[in-house]
């Protein structure tokens, strides 16, 4: 039996995989944002490249390098891949699994964009991260005891099974920190502002030159 550390109920999860993909262009370094198409999920806001994970891929990594060449033409002809950052768990049910990439002399106007998914890319300096701490917030997420699906309510049967009174009704945990980081007025935050702060530990331990062997 496999008793390696793994997610329980990770197949329950909108499982998803991203880039956070670092740029070497004329001695400075950038980290590569795309601004989601308004018509798809979570139109409108910032993230790195990436997108859900289908069964005909190998793995999640896999999963970051196809929907990068989907959605802004870069794939592994372009870029490699140095680790894996790591995995974030969303209390809305969503999983990602965040991957390091590099490439050198990538400019915006020679991205191909799928403009059914991406609105634009632009970069960030490397700098702006490290020399700017975000700014911090906090959401508290609610759970409620029923669910609507195709027009129709289902409700949790807490009094059914006897559970304690404090089922029957909405309930909520600890207020979930939030990050934010304000570029030229571009909003980067929640789960791209994390795995941004996540990726600055590993520079400021290893150094960039280290990271990126």
Known sequence: MDFSEKIIGKENYFNSAVLALMVKNNGEYYLLFEKRAQNIRQGGEISFPGGRVEKSDKNSMETALRESFEEIGLGSKDIEIKGKIGTL???????VEAYLAYGENIFLKDLKLNFSEVEECFMVPLKFFLENKPRLEKLKVETHPYYEENGNVYKFP?????????????????????????YEN??????????????????????????LK
């Open 186 to 211: 571009r909003v980067i935050w929640g789960l791209t502002a994390e795995i941004i702060m996540e990726l600055l530990k590993y520079i400021r331990e290893e150094g960039i030159e280290n990271l």
């Open 89 to 95: 768990v969303i209390p809305t049910g969503v999983l």
């Open 158 to 182: 807490a009094k059914e099974l006897d559970l304690p009174e404090r089922y029957f009704k909405s309930w909520s945990g600890n207020p979930r920190k939030v990050y934010i980081y304000v």
